[in-house]
């Protein structure tokens, strides 16, 4: 009697409620993850159907010279946009937890705006002002910073230009929070005990908001490695990525296992990241959701 | 006066400072929209005034076709990811059970790691067991990274939720069903919607996984601008995305507009109430 | 006469259009422990913030030992603050917590070391320097705040009601504690609290604040039995208070006024015919008889008594409705519930407060009571 009201009263509900969600999440992301695991220690045959016999060789592979460098040019290019999202987002942020409650609405709609409109168009029209005739080499050469037009796009920096451009607010947000948090009285205190601006800012406000740095670093850092788009659009396949290569080795080179290798090492790379960040005391609640 | 002049100094840095950010966030928009009324079709630089892109754009149908995939994607994974995404939260919240760790695990796992990384497991997936690429399959692949982020911005709603609003409607005699769908869900509706709402950005906007799970005959908007990168982008791709972007950009101001006095009245009657 | 260590000179502050501080002139004293008392948006933390630094005063002068100090950061200034909310650094440890201000100063390790564990034995913390702020007490995160500040040997030490986060017991207790720290520093406290007793039981002197106007300044016993405003006299402790025009002086020299009441009498020597004056006199003081007193016209009746262990509080409602409460000694007689009494005092137990500003709303005021005054002759 007892296990049967049970039942009606929370079985029957429950399993309603979390059966659409438990066969999604098993079907589409536990399986196909262990799916490209499995793939990864296979090989190819001359069709690039995928032979399922174990091997390392796509392992071994990782550690091709030409694709070191790819990893070492995607983790310079991640560190660059994270140090310079750091470095913009700290202050807008600040700047925007100082203010009255309107005008911090406002930035924050402004800031979010770009960001609810297509991605792809807004960093193709960066190709239109860098261009050696664009408007930013014009006004270079109108203020004489700069004599001849200099080659701004398909480099590593309009690389970086555009990863901060798209991952931003990624940064902001996190920082926001903590600063807005951030007690006023404690600035205050240290103020008051004595503490001139900057010893303050280093004593006080940076260890207090550096779970948001933190938290903001791996949500720039992570998806930097794989945004191949990017890489594209505003290095025109200069400066590669992992994820260029992934993305080559599914949809032109056809060696999936090699690929799933690769996404691997990703994956690897993005469980250690959130372990440093755990493991100093970061919440895996803060990342991702905006 | 040295602390006034102080203070003004630090308000005139901070305010450069953020004229800069948003010079920096808006001048390619600028340029979208600038460039989409431009004679030349070399986007180099604005040469003179015309209409003429968004004539062109109107006859498009290759393009017009690619952004009614992007809707239709959108719409459909939206709905499907609010669905499951509501009743995982709701449940997650209400009850104890096996297994929530690991399913609270797996829903992280979208968030966390790099998307083409999932891009690449579904379509091995898919090839695997012969899921035919195109809409369907793009769609199944949205609801996958839409699911989580409907789950914690739910979550979020609910976690100031006061069950004991549930029991006491219980109590007055709504059933499980009446219960849910006549108190719960209206309940915790804003979170709902800012959950769908998120969800239907990030699958308009998505290139990656789409990249991967798409096939050759159903493009989306976004990838269609890709495929147009190495021929040059026509300012006709330029003319809808003005259009887009000044729409988008009058329905968030307008719900912007209206959350923020929502709040602003909810705050005033605080304070009156305080004040009695 | 004591030395002044900080004087405030003529100082507005504004936020705005709102006028928070309004001319205020105070001496504050060295070695004293000074109370700034007011219901809350008095200005009276306004204006403890203006003396630390976190605010900056509109207009007048604030100089703390003889020096202006309007252009002085909060971290230039010699004074330290005690925050309402404690403001501990929450990820430093106790210690680090206290050493802060010595290590702004550059102070050497070793004498930091031995300062910081002088100032948590003399709040009692002694072996808390490992714990962080989180794994203390209510009680014990006021003390590291106090802590904190008087290691830096301030001239004057601000506190901005530090009391009212804690229970009624601890409270108590600090209070005690917190008169036994200034006495023994010998530094100047000014401490800042809505709470009248507080003020009452641990200050040397308190200045009372409304509307951004200090009302009075003076010991507790001069607040206390001579309160020269209204405000004062209404908000400190419980009084009867009557609004009232002097008529005119008697031969005994007691001073003969009409309220609305009927007569009463007082006795000043401030005496100004047709003055509107206030006249407030305690329940302690204000006494019910069962016959009519000379120079008295106030009967009414009793509505109730109310022991409360050592005295009885009885409330008379006069035939004008006012309420008038009368505190005995228990044991006394006390007049049956419902039988009519007479309210008299002794004259020289009531304060008569003559009205400072001439305000329009002063002015209509006392027209009103004039008018009736003339009606009921």
């Given at each position: 009697?007892?296990d ?11 399993i ?6 438990t066969?999604?999440?098993?079907l ?19 069709a690039?159907?995928i ?8 392992y071994?592979k ?5 694709i ?41 709609i ?20 860098l261009?050696?005739?664009g408007?930013?080499n014009?006004?270079?050469?109108k203020?004489?910073?700069i ?5 701004m ?33 404690l ?5 008051d ?5 900057v010893?303050?800012?280093l ?34 396949g ?22 799933a290798?690769?996404a691997i ?5 993005t ?19 905006m | ?14 305010r450069v400072?953020?004229a800069?950010?948003?010079?920096f ?5 600028a340029?979208?929209i ?5 004679t030349?079709r070399?986007?180099?630089l ?21 952004f ?14 609010t ?14 059970f ?7 695990l ?21 090839s695997?067991?012969?899921?035919p ?14 699911i ?9 709603r ?29 309940i ?12 239907f950005?990030l699958s ?7 990249f ?38 009058v329905?968030?101001?307008?719900s912007?507009?209206?959350?923020y006095?929502?709040?602003?009245r ?11 | 006469?004591?030395?002044?260590i ?11 259009d ?16 000074l ?23 509109t ?11 309007e252009?002085k ?19 430093m ?37 490992k ?52 006495k ?11 709470d ?10 308190i ?22 405003t ?5 908000f ?14 008697r ?10 009441a009927?007569e ?5 020597p401030?005496?100004s ?16 008889s ?5 120079g ?12 409360i ?10 035939q004008n ?6 505190s005995?000694?228990a ?13 008299h ?17 002063d002015?209509?005021d ?12």
């Amino acid at each position: 009697m007892q296990d049967r009201h049970t039942f009606r009263k929370k079985t029957v509900p429950l399993i309603t409620m979390i059966s659409p969600v438990t066969a999604w999440l098993i079907l589409l992301i536990a399986l196909p993850l262990l799916y490209i695991l499995v793939i990864s220690f296979c090989g190819t045959d001359d069709a690039h159907n995928i032979v399922f016999h174990f091997t390392l060789k796509n392992y071994a592979k990782l550690f091709d010279p030409t694709i070191l460098s790819i990893y070492s040019n995607s983790l310079v290019i991640a560190l660059l946009t994270t140090v310079i999202c750091i470095l913009v987002a700290y202050p807008f942020a600040y700047i925007m937890a100082s203010t009255t409650p309107f005008r911090k609405t406002l930035m924050m709609i402004f800031l979010m705006l770009p960001f609810w409109t297509n991605s792809i168009i807004r960093l193709y029209s960066w190709r239109t002002l860098l261009g050696t005739n664009g408007y930013v080499n014009l006004l270079l050469l109108k203020i004489g910073l700069i004599q001849q037009p200099i080659e701004m796009l398909f480099t590593r920096g309009a690389v970086v230009l555009g990863m901060v451009y798209t991952l931003l607010p990624f940064m902001v947000l996190p920082l926001h929070t903590v600063i807005d948090k951030l007690d006023g009285g404690l600035h205050e205190a240290s103020s008051d005990l004595g503490a001139k601006p900057v010893k303050t800012f280093l004593h006080i406000t940076l260890p207090l908001t550096a779970p948001g740095i933190f938290a903001g670093s791996i949500m720039v850092f992570i998806p930097c490695l794989g945004y191949f788009f990017v890489s594209n659009l505003m290095g025109g396949g200069t400066s590669q990525l992992i994820g260029n290569v992934i993305s080559r080795q599914f949809k032109e080179a056809f060696n999936w296992p090699y690929g799933a290798a690769l996404a691997i090492m990703l994956i690897l790379i993005t469980l250690l990241l959130v372990r440093i960040y755990t493991k100093t005391g970061g919440k895996i609640d803060d990342l991702g959701v905006m | 006066m040295r602390k006034k002049r102080k203070a003004a100094a630090k308000k005139y840095t901070s305010r450069v400072f953020s004229a800069l950010v948003y010079l920096f966030l808006y001048a390619p928009i600028a340029v979208v929209i600038l460039f989409s009324f431009n004679t030349s079709r070399r986007n180099v630089l604005f040469e003179g005034f015309t209409l003429d892109w968004y004539k062109q754009m109107a006859t498009n149908h290759a393009l017009l076709e690619s952004f009614g995939n992007t809707l239709a994607v959108a719409g459909v994974s939206t709905l499907i990811a609010t669905v499951i995404g509501t009743l995982t939260a709701i449940a997650m919240f209400r009850y104890k059970f096996r297994g929530k760790t690991i399913i609270d695990l797996l829903l992280y796992i979208p968030v966390v790691i790099p998307e083409i990384v999932l891009g690449i497991a579904l379509l091995s997936v898919f090839s695997l067991v012969h899921v035919p690429l195109g809409l369907g399959s793009m769609i199944v692949a949205h609801v996958t990274f839409q699911i989580p982020f409907v789950v914690f911005t739910v979550r979020a709603r609910l976690s100031g939720f006061d069950r004991s609003i549930e029991e006491a409607a219980m109590d007055l005699g709504a059933n499980r069903v009446r219960v849910l769908t006549g108190i719960t869900i209206p309940i915790i509706a804003p979170g709902i919607v800012s959950g769908a709402v998120l969800a239907f950005t990030l699958s308009i906007d998505d290139i990656i996984i789409s990249f991967f799970t798409t096939g050759a005959r159903s493009t989306t908007f976004p990838l269609k601008i890709m495929e147009l990168v190495r021929s040059g982008v026509s300012p006709d791709v330029y003319a809808l995305s003005t259009i887009i972007i000044l729409a988008t950009f009058v329905v968030v101001l307008i719900s912007q507009i209206s959350v923020y006095k929502a709040n602003q009245r909810a705050l005033k009657s605080k304070y009156k109430e305080k004040q009695k | 006469m004591a030395k002044a260590i900080v004087e405030i000179k003529n100082v507005n502050k504004f936020y705005g259009d709102n006028h928070v501080v309004k001319d205020l002139d105070m001496e504050i004293y060295e070695g004293e422990f000074l109370s700034i008392l007011g219901p809350s948006g008095c200005g009276k933390t306004t204006t403890l913030r203006m003396i630390a630094g976190f605010e900056q005063q509109t207009d007048g002068v604030i100089t703390v030992e003889g020096e202006r100090v309007e252009n002085k950061e909060p971290f230039e200034r010699n004074v330290n603050t005690v925050f309402q909310s404690y403001a501990l650094f929450p990820h430093m440890t106790v210690h680090d917590n206290v050493a802060y201000g010595l290590k702004m100063k550059k102070v050497k390790k070793a004498e930091i070391a031995g300062r910081v564990e002088d100032a948590l034995s003399m709040v009692r913390l002694e072996g808390f320097g490992k714990r962080y702020p989180a794994q203390l007490s209510g009680g014990q995160r006021q003390r590291v705040a106090i802590a904190r500040a008087i290691i830096n040997n301030p001239r004057v030490l601000l506190l901005d009601e530090p009391l009212g986060a804690l229970d009624m017991k601890l409270r108590k207790q600090m209070q005690i504690e917190l008169k036994n720290l200034q006495k023994q520093l010998g530094i100047t406290f000014v401490y800042v609290t809505h709470d009248q007793e507080e003020a009452l039981t641990m200050s040397d002197r308190i200045a009372v604040m409304s509307g951004g106007v200090l009302e009075q300044i003076g010991t507790p016993a001069e607040i206390y039995e001579k309160p020269t405003t209204k405000f004062v006299a209404d908000f400190i402790g419980e009084t009867n208070l009557f609004e009232a025009v002097e008529a005119h002086v008697r031969d005994d020299g007691t001073v003969c006024l009409n309220a609305e009441a009927g007569e009463l009498t007082g006795a000043d020597p401030r005496f100004s015919a047709a003055e509107l004056v206030y006249l407030s006199v305690r329940p302690e003081k204000t006494l019910a008889s069962e016959s009519p007193v000379t120079g008295f016209s106030l009967r009414g009746t009793v509505r109730e008594n109310i022991y409360i262990g050592t005295v009885v509080k009885s409330t008379v409602v006069l035939q004008n409705g006012q309420e008038i409460r009368v505190s005995s000694i228990a044991g006394a007689p006390v007049p049956a519930a419902g039988s009519a009494r007479y309210i008299h005092w002794n004259p020289g137990d009531a304060v008569i407060i003559h009205s400072k500003s001439n305000t329009i709303l002063d002015l209509m005021d006392s027209l009103d009571l004039g008018a009736y005054v003339a009606g009921g002759a």
